[in-house]
């Protein structure tokens, strides 16, 4: 087996995809990408106690994030949805 397959089986073994882990991602990319600012006590609460529905997470990411997700916009509601599909699909 070459150098390269074995570094990605390696990488494979060593990432993490619990719930928690696959949350901190999920916080971080709508940092990144959205441009939320969520605070370490609202991240914590959301990873103590995180819906398993898609639209209930999409709504507790935009909580978190100080918004209130029924005057959000489509444009804004959308990206955060496709991220929580993408992390925790």
């Known amino acids: 087996m070459g150098a390269c397959r074995e ?3 390696v990488d494979l073994e060593a990432r993490d995809y619990s719930t928690s882990a696959r949350l901190d991602r999920l916080i971080g990319d709508a940092e990144l990408k959205v441009g939320f600012i969520i605070p370490g ?8 106690n995180p819906p398993s529905d898609p639209e ?3 709504d507790a ?3 978190a994030a100080g918004n209130d997700p029924f005057y959000i916009d489509e444009p804004v509601r959308r990206p955060v949805r496709e991220l929580v ?3 925790m699909g």
């Open 41 to 48: 006590e609202a991240a914590d609460a959301l990873k103590a």
């Open 56 to 58: 209930a997470l999409t």
């Open 61 to 63: 990411l935009l909580v």
């Open 85 to 87: 599909n993408a992390r």
């Open 7 to 9: 570094s990605a089986l």
